[in-house]
Nanobody, 117 residues
Framework: QVQLVESGGGLVQAGGSLRLSCAASGNIFSRNVMGWYRQAPGKQRELVATIISVGATNYADSVKGRFTISRDNAKNKVYLQMNSLKPEDTGDYYC???????????WGQGTQVTVSS
């Protein structure tokens, strides 16, 4: 089992920045991928960014150049630095963990991000 706890959400004006953090605990495999997904009201959950244990990253086109995902393997933490936020970035942001090879998805409880125009 893996537990994920997110923090760092909040209310920010358009153009502002927020930094999300996710702490993982439990049965953490050395090879894994962690990421952030978001879900806007009335919409499906979508990928924001992922980072594998060796550091390769992947971003949704909508956040490229504005968001940066990073991780601290020693602390089992993943971060999402969000800059130049837009109202369309509003939603619940969820931390995700997958071991490699894939077994199952683990999710955090979510943290709310609201960007006002």
């Amino acid at each position: 089992q893996v537990q994920l706890v997110e923090s760092g959400g909040g209310l920010v004006q358009a153009g502002g920045s927020l930094r999300l953090s996710c702490a993982a605990s439990g049965n953490i495999f050395s090879r894994n991928v962690m990421g952030w997904y978001r879900q806007a009201p009335g919409k499906q959950r979508e990928l924001v960014a992922t980072i594998i244990s060796v550091g390769a990253t992947n971003y949704a086109d909508s956040v490229k150049g504005r968001f940066t995902i990073s991780r601290d393997n020693a602390k089992n933490k993943v971060y999402l630095q969000m800059n130049s936020l837009k109202p369309e970035d509003t939603g619940d942001y969820y931390c995700n963990y997958r071991s490699l090879p894939y077994s199952r998805d683990y999710w955090g409880q979510g943290t709310q991000v609201t960007v006002s125009s």
